[in-house]
């Protein structure tokens, strides 16, 4: 089975909300997570990444959050914008080499 | 700077055919990895290239094949094809020297099988 999963396959929120998409993952050898974002025809765009040395990390209007305890991992995106409507996978690699195992998508639906 | 390029976008094939796609990484990377979407499921790892070798790969079947040029492109060969390949079929580039180092994805092929 699939080693990284997500909870929600769908978020609708309001232009301005706060958005979560939570993730959980199988593998305790994982050592690097990525949250992507996928808009319909193109190729996943990077956001932002967490080394599992960390617990958290911002961006701009992004934080990722990490709980190795639980085997946990979320976005958080502030004052969501209609163009962060898309959809978000959650990777993780084990151990160099950049091969990431992804997620099924969280479809983030966000109204004006 | 151009990013990591792919072609064709669109293909359509016939059972049992054989396909070709191509992949140009971002400029300064020197390692492609392939990765299989279908519709409404996440990306799924094929292999990946580095020095002109197949360094790592993922669960797909022999038909599935590949090959890395001394420019660092590339690209994915699928032979017998099957109704079930069809699928988006994303190249991802990175810097060997940098470990974990995001993927810079090109947009993709979308290989329709009939």
């Known amino acids: 089975g699939e080693s990284v999963g997500l909870h929600l396959p769908t978020l609708s929120v309001q232009e301005g909300d706060n958005s979560i998409i939570n993730c959980a993952y199988s593998?305790?050898?994982?050592?690097?997570f990525i949250w992507y974002k996928q808009e319909s025809g193109k190729g996943p765009q990077f956001i932002i990444d967490?080394?599992?040395?960390?617990d958290k990390r911002q961006g701009q209007r992004v934080t990722v959050l990490l709980n190795k305890t639980v085997k946990h991992l979320s976005l958080q995106i502030a004052a969501t914008q209609p163009g962060d409507s898309a959809v978000y996978f959650c990777?993780?690699?084990?151990?160099?080499?950049?091969?990431?195992?992804f997620g099924k998508g969280t479809m983030l639906l966000v109204s004006p | 700077d151009a990013g990591v390029t792919q072609s064709p976008t669109h293909l359509i094939k016939t059972r049992g055919q054989q396909v070709t796609l191509r992949c140009s990484p971002k400029s300064g990377h020197d390692t492609v990895s392939w990765y299989q979407q279908a519709l409404g499921q996440g990306p799924q790892f094929i292999f990946q290239y580095y020095e002109e070798e197949e360094r790592q790969r993922g669960n797909f079947p022999d038909r599935f094949s590949g090959h890395q040029f001394p420019n660092y492109s590339s690209e994915l060969n699928v032979n017998a094809l099957l109704l079930g390949d069809s699928a988006l079929y994303l190249c991802?580039?990175?810097?060997?020297?940098?470990?974990?180092?995001?993927?810079?994805f090109g947009s993709g092929t979308q290989l329709s099988v009939l």
């Open positions: 991802a580039s990175n810097r060997e020297i940098a470990t974990n180092e995001k993927l810079f």
């Open positions: 967490i080394r599992s040395n960390m």
């Open positions: 990777a993780e690699n084990i151990g160099g080499y950049s091969t990431l195992t």
């Open positions: 593998n305790s050898a994982s050592d690097y």
